[in-house]
């Protein structure tokens, strides 16, 4: 360690400084997420692409993109809102060579978890991918010997803060004190990040180099998705699972929006006529405000605990601090809130490593009694009717995001006393204009294996699958599975000898339908369930089209459903904003006969979404 960091405005000089301080050779250790230096880094690229004699190599995860949109439907709505919604990030260098000519022979990327989706059917990032549980990529990326480990941070006077990624290199940091690695430290300033303190704290005498660029970029922003109804639905019956005075984690994304919203709408104690008018039978007596209060520890920080945490939910403390976290990304109003948040206040969200976060191990005895009546809750993408999940791949063995944390939690749901690890997803995809049920018979891919199967939730209950025998694991998935799929279930379950043949599935699990879902929410969709819980960057007429937009993407592929859009735009009254909205995407306001097809298409979303919001507000819908 240097005893001053030399200070570098020049990223190309700091670049060519870290090669020759490592012999023309890195092995760099390069945080997941938001915590990237992306100035030095692209330096770092753009040098060793230019001399061949030079070798870099990156160990990372979570390389974060702005999304690059494909169809001329996607390009009219993003493009115009693109830095608004996802902040002007500059595009990592090393990410554009893999998706464009590739990258050079002396430089190679891996990542042991991806953005979700990112990488699909892109071959070097498929085959450089390292498949570990996220307290186990430590351990494979010390084995690959790093000798320069960097981060973006921020500074306050003489100090630097990790911030947002103290996951894995505040355990770094520490084995460089204790002898145990040898490496240099190196780091680029940016103020927009929150200054996290505590164990994410450091002098700035343990970095050798330090980037303190003339502009500093702006940071990625994680653009909220607004929350349907399954996925309310879902954050619903999660909600009834959660014991006051217990410990939770939740993760990003919609369904994480929904959990936490729930949470905040039963301890206002907002639930109680919903409750009663629920169509789906309901598991969980937790249904009552938060006397004693939650204890968050997560690998991830996420807007939803940290709304939690704002309205005093999340408040057992732990050794001084409500919250543990190991990183965060989210949309930029939760990196504002950090910043303007009374320190006091923010030294209650301790940013610690995962090793301490995902796992019991080190101090045991002390984890056991903080992390009482622990609920896991994360997403899955399909799980079998006997329990296996899928959560990080897809077939044919393309990984869509990686492992991450999952399987570390739901070994910790299974070693605490009364933990339990909540497993959600939406009973049913669409793709294509094909509908299909995400609870199926086998599965091509497992996350996590049968016999660590736990809680597993959808929009139409939850089903509670701990020591339960195959035959009964069975019967409780079928009754949260969408009613379309329930017989032909059964039926592949009787002819494997799995389940009694005469058994029939209960009435009372019969209308899982999106009509009879719909119904229920609808009168409390404006009031109490709203499309964006915690904000959105999205203006007032893009939340108009967001909708109808999905809709749209629902029924590509699928001729007669694009025809029925058609028929729509010709029969159904206009959408209240229509004019607004189809202006928006840079088509004429008003209806013409030889209008562009996809602005008819698009008009007739709008309708057909119109009308479903006109047919639920009007009162209950049939399950049949």
Not at 35 to 59: C, E, H, M, Q, Y
Not at 335 to 341: G, I, P, Q, S, T
Not at 607 to 616: G, S
Request: hydrophobic share 45%; with cysteine; glycine share 8%.
């Amino acid at each position: 360690m240097a005893e001053t960091p030399k200070i570098f405005t020049d990223a190309d000089k700091m670049a060519h400084a870290i090669f020759e301080q490592t012999g023309g050779e890195i092995r760099l250790a390069l945080p997941l997420g938001l915590g990237k230096p992306v100035t030095l880094v692209n330096a770092l690229i753009r040098i060793a692409v230019a001399d061949p004699g030079l070798r870099l190599s990156i160990f990372t995860a979570l390389t974060l993109e702005r999304p690059k949109p494909g169809s001329d439907i996607e390009k009219r709505f993003l493009e115009p809102a693109m830095d608004r919604l996802f902040g002007r990030y500059p595009a990592l260098l090393y990410a554009e060579m893999i998706k464009g000519d590739g990258l050079p022979d002396n430089i190679d990327v891996s990542e042991f978890f991806f953005q979700a989706g990112a990488w699909l059917g892109n071959n070097y990032a498929q085959r450089h991918y390292i498949s570990a549980n996220y307290t186990h990529a430590r351990d494979v990326l010390i084995a690959q010997r790093p000798n320069v480990l960097s981060q973006l941070m921020p500074r306050e006077g003489n100090r630097f803060s990790l911030s947002c990624n103290t996951d894995i290199s505040a355990d770094l940091i520490s084995m460089r004190h204790a002898g145990q690695m040898d490496f240099i430290a190196v780091g680029e300033v940016n103020d927009a990040l929150p200054f996290m303190d505590g164990s994410a704290a450091l002098d700035a005498a343990e970095f050798e180099m330090l980037l303190d660029p003339p502009e500093q970029f702006e940071l990625f922003s994680a653009v909220r998705r607004p929350v349907s109804d399954a996925q309310y639905a879902i954050g619903l019956h999660v909600s009834r699972l959660i014991p006051d005075g217990g410990t939770l984690q939740i993760g990003i994304g919609a369904i994480g929006d929904a959990v936490a919203h729930a949470l905040l709408l039963r301890d206002r104690t907002k639930l109680d006529d919903l409750w009663q008018a629920a169509p789906f039978p309901l598991v969980g007596d937790d249904a009552g405000p938060f006397e004693i209060g939650l204890y968050g520890v997560t690998e991830m920080l996420v807007g939803g605990l940290l709304a939690l945490f704002e309205a005093g939910i999340i408040k057992r403390e732990v050794d001084g601090a409500a919250i543990h976290a190991g990183f965060f990304v989210d949309a930029r109003d939760m990196y504002e809130r950090l910043r303007a948040m009374d320190s006091d206040q923010r030294a209650k969200i301790a940013m610690m490593p995962v090793s301490f976060t995902n796992a019991l191990y080190g101090d045991e005895a002390a984890k056991r009694a903080a992390r009482k009546h622990a609920r896991f809750v994360n997403g899955a993408m399909q799980v079998s009717l006997l329990g296996d999940v899928m959560s990080d791949a897809a077939k044919l063995g393309q990984v869509v995001s990686g492992v991450g944390g999952q399987f570390n939690f739901i070994e910790q749901a299974f070693a605490l006393d009364d933990g339990r690890a909540v497993l959600t997803l939406p009973a049913t995809r669409s793709s294509g204009g094909k509908l299909t049920s995400n609870i199926v018979w086998q599965l091509p891919l497992t996350t996590v294996p049968r016999h660590m199967r736990d809680i597993v939730v959808t929009q139409y209950g939850a089903a509670d699958l701990r020591g339960q025998t195959d035959e009964e694991v069975i019967k409780r998935m079928i009754a949260i599975a969408d009613s379309r799929f329930q017989e032909g279930l059964l039926n592949t379950a009787k002819k494997a000898g799995k389940i009694a043949k005469n058994y029939q599935i209960p009435t009372a699990h019969r209308n899982n339908t999106q009509n009879v879902l719909a119904s229920w929410l609808a009168p409390h969709r404006v009031a109490l369930l709203p499309d964006f819980p915690f904000g959105t960057d999205f203006n007032a007429i893009e939340q108009v089209l967001l909708p109808a937009l999905s809709g749209l993407g629902d029924a590509v592929g699928s001729k007669r459903q694009i025809a029925m859009l058609i028929w729509a735009s010709l029969t159904l009254p206009a959408h209240p904003q229509e004019a607004a909205a189809m202006q928006r995407m840079g088509y004429t306001a008003d209806v013409r006969l030889f209008e562009p097809l996809q602005s008819r298409v698009l008009r007739g979303a709008l309708r057909v979404k119109a009308k479903k919001q006109e047919l639920h507000s009007a009162g209950p819908i049939s399950a049949k």
